[in-house]
């Protein structure tokens, strides 16, 4: 019996371990039958998922999302008996039994699993523990993360080019690991891609970010241009899903700036002070009132498209931001 708790905000990596212990511990014959994965269960059916028993056909790997136990939702919450009873049954888990309580905190909010709680202290005491923290671009150990998921993608990038996948696509790692295996099939046979091989095809988030600046600075030519470049590879409704992500962002940072300095903001959203001073100074412009029309805007906009109001998708971005330029 082995049980763990996984949590964090960088998905990829969980997603990644928990990938290889199926692998190492599972039969892939029996992988649809060994392998199951639970939402947040009730008490009584949790402690059934505790008790479950051994197959005939060996190990099995259990996933247990459990995001509401230790966020604040009453129909959640386990009294003292509960909490008693759990500890009793995760000391009983059957050997061949291995269950994975996984925490998957949301990218954008800067939050932490609650170690304080009486779940935690007693998952800590049968788990073991592993954080995936989300690193920022601007940290030091993510080149050499980059370039780890490059050597799995039967590539080798140098510190440089790693240095430019990140200021191109962010840090995401699941962005990143996606463009290599792109970027792995337009430069086959060769395995080690040049900078200007990653500025030739790893371009979604330099597109995107491109837009951005010309929309809010209401250069519509340069929009409608970037926009015309995104579809070319984006769905319009996934571009407008990231036009709305950037103005929710700047949102938070005008909101934030009534109060606090760049410094400040910095450490509160997790992002380089630079690039902090460079986008406020792109909406220094804006009242917060008028951001939040542009979100309205592009809320309207999706929902136009999502209701077959307008035929077009790309025609109704396009409409969108030569209303917002005029």
Do not use: W
Not at 214 to 227: G, R, T
């Amino acid at each position: 019996m082995t049980l763990y708790l996984f949590y964090g905000q960088e998905d990829f990596l969980m997603d990644k371990d928990i990938g290889k212990l199926k692998n190492k511990l599972l039969d892939k014959s029996f992988v649809s039958m060994s392998y199951k994965t639970f939402s947040n269960p009730k008490f009584s059916d949790l402690i059934d998922i505790l008790n479950t028993q051994p197959m005939m056909f060996g190990n099995s790997v259990i996933i247990i999302e459990c995001n509401s136990f230790f966020d604040n939702k009453p129909e959640i919450s386990f009294d003292d008996k509960q909490l008693t009873l759990l500890e009793k049954s995760l000391s009983l888990v059957p050997e061949q039994i291995n269950i994975i309580f996984l925490y998957k905190i949301d990218r954008n909010i800067n939050k932490k699993i609650d170690t304080r709680r009486k779940i935690y202290k007693i998952l800590s005491k049968f788990c073991e523990i592993k954080e995936y923290k989300q690193l920022p671009t601007y940290d030091k150990g993510l080149p050499p993360v980059v370039i780890k998921l490059a050597k799995e993608n039967e590539l080798e990038l140098t510190s440089e080019s790693a240095s430019k996948l990140i200021e191109m696509l962010g840090s995401n790692l699941r962005v990143i690991d996606n463009e290599l295996k792109k970027l792995k099939l337009y430069i086959y046979p060769q395995k080690n891609p040049t900078i200007k091989d990653i500025e030739s095809i790893c371009t979604i988030n330099q597109n995107i970010f491109k837009l951005v600046d010309n929309f809010v600075l209401s250069q519509k030519d340069d929009a409608i241009k970037e926009l015309s470049l995104l579809t070319q590879t984006q769905h319009p409704l996934q571009i407008l899903s990231m036009l709305q992500g950037t103005i929710s962002r700047f949102i938070n940072l005008k909101l934030l700036s009534r109060n606090m300095n760049s410094f400040e903001i910095s450490k509160k959203v997790n992002m380089h002070e630079f690039r902090v001073k460079l986008e406020l100074e792109k909406i220094r412009n804006y009242r917060y009132d008028e951001l939040l029309q542009l979100k309205k805007n592009l809320i309207d906009c999706e929902f136009k498209i999502k209701t077959g109001q307008i035929y077009s998708e790309e025609i109704a971005i396009e409409q969108l931001i030569l209303s917002k330029a005029e």
